[in-house]
């Protein structure tokens, strides 16, 4: 992991001011969880690692703070939700910021290039492992176009994160901030291992999320243990389109296509064609 000067952390002011009045802001009743994965208490040097709302919040809540105000800060807000048994994950020791390496030292083409190369068939699977990455072969495909400009990437994402709370798909999630220059690096800043039975450093993880923020519009909405949900601003409208992203998606989250949709062309025009929501779990 690169190692940098100590730098000023904004979740320092949440510590004495739960509630961001001296950002600009008025937040829910809710605490800052540190480096140690607990919530922070008196005489502890952990560092700030993230804040959480104390409850569910509901429609409305990631547009009202992903603001200008929070932004400027260094903060991003971002949805957290828990699962039976896994209520609230994030208190519980959960991440793991020091394991994780900077993204800045990653490029997005040679991190796909080697996940695409974990994940293609063996070629004594014969005809039915090619069938699963068709209409590509064993050799990386490449980066796929950029999607046509749409609408806004921030509304995309308020818009997406209303559906999910609106739908009960995200049934009880928690606002969280975190200190991040962009949505992308949110998993990687608070060190969260959701996909660690695929891939330990999530940087890697956050260095895709970059480049498809960059051609897609794409921008983190809601994590969960092992789950990321992703507004898309600007999708591929085409299978054509879509299948070079279903191969990156395939690349990034395997567990897709291998417990889901069961090959590229198939999750290309059920989960990426048109889609505004790219969602992914790990087992």
């Not at 700030?48 to 409850?55: H, I, M």
């Not at 992903?66 to 957290?80: C, I, M, T, Y």
Request: charged share 25%.
């Amino acid at each position: 992991m690169s190692k940098s000067a100590k730098t000023y952390n904004p979740l320092s002011v949440l510590v004495d001011d739960p509630q961001g009045r001296s950002l600009g802001t008025r937040l829910p009743p809710g605490a800052v969880i540190d480096t140690a994965g607990r919530r922070r208490r008196w005489g502890k040097a952990a560092e700030p690692l993230v804040w959480v709302s104390d409850d569910a919040v509901g429609v409305g809540a990631l547009a009202a703070y992903r603001s200008p105000a929070l932004a400027a800060a260094g903060l991003q807000a971002v949805l957290l939700q828990g699962r039976r048994g896994l209520e609230r994950w994030w208190q519980d020791r959960e991440f793991m910021p020091e394991r994780m390496s900077d993204p800045d030292d990653h490029h997005v083409e040679p991190v796909l290039r080697e996940f695409w190369g974990r994940v293609v068939p063996d070629p004594e699977e014969g005809e039915e492992g090619e069938e699963i990455i068709a209409p590509f072969g064993r050799d990386w495909p490449g980066l796929a176009e950029s999607g046509p400009e749409a609408m806004d990437p921030q509304a995309a994402a308020c818009e997406l994160a209303d559906e999910l709370i609106e739908s009960g798909f995200l049934p009880s999630p928690r606002l969280a901030l975190v200190p991040a220059g962009r949505p992308a690096d949110v998993p990687t800043a608070v060190g969260w291992g959701g996909p660690t039975n695929y891939e330990n450093d999530t940087a890697l993880i956050s260095t895709v999320l970059r480049s498809w923020e960059d051609r897609f519009g794409a921008r983190v909405v809601a994590l969960g243990f092992d789950e990321l949900h992703v507004s898309v601003a600007a999708p591929p409208r085409t299978v054509v389109r879509a299948l070079p992203v279903a191969a990156e998606h395939f690349a990034f989250c395997p567990d897709n296509i291998w417990q889901g949709s069961g090959s590229i062309r198939a999750y290309a025009d059920e989960a990426v064609t048109g889609s505004g929501h790219w969602g992914f779990w790990w087992d």
